[in-house]
């Protein structure tokens, strides 16, 4: 087997890209699954504090890092803000990046993709239903 240099530098990509949607994408079903079964629009209102209803800034939706800058509290009102949306944004970026490394840059991704969200999508809907 010849060592070939830039299987490093696709695998390096495949995760980055792994990492990014899989961020935007556990934000997208964080906001599924809290919205699905309070039968709420996923169009409107814009994202919000449930508590305070302020709505929020693009400072606020940054996945992982807002929770975490701001010690898992809304910066409006301070109100909590469940370890739920940190779990299952790091969830779906596992899972997400898993599949950019197994998969790579195929149509065959996309099916992944929208499977991810639907799988940890209906399993917080269930988790959290009990």
């Not at 530098?9 to 995760?15: G, S, T």
């Not at 039968?39 to 709505?55: D, E, F, G, K, N």
């Not at 803000?81 to 898993?98: H, N």
Request: aromatic residues 6%; glycine residues 8%.
């Amino acid at each position: 087997m010849v060592f070939d240099p830039s299987f490093g530098d696709i695998l390096a990509v495949r995760i980055v890209l792994g990492l990014v949607i899989g961020l935007v994408l556990g934000s997208f079903t964080t906001m599924l699954s809290y919205r699905i079964p309070r039968r709420l629009s996923i169009v409107t209102p814009p994202s919000h504090c449930p508590h305070c209803r302020a709505q929020l800034t693009v400072r606020d939706l940054v996945p992982v890092f807002s929770w975490l800058s701001g010690k898992g509290k809304c910066r409006y009102c301070g109100h909590a803000i469940g370890a739920r949306y940190i779990a299952i944004e790091l969830l779906t970026t596992l899972a997400v990046t898993a599949a950019f490394v197994g998969i790579g840059l195929t149509p065959a991704l996309i099916a992944a993709l929208l499977g991810i969200i639907a799988l940890v999508t209906m399993i917080t809907i269930n988790l959290e239903r009990r």
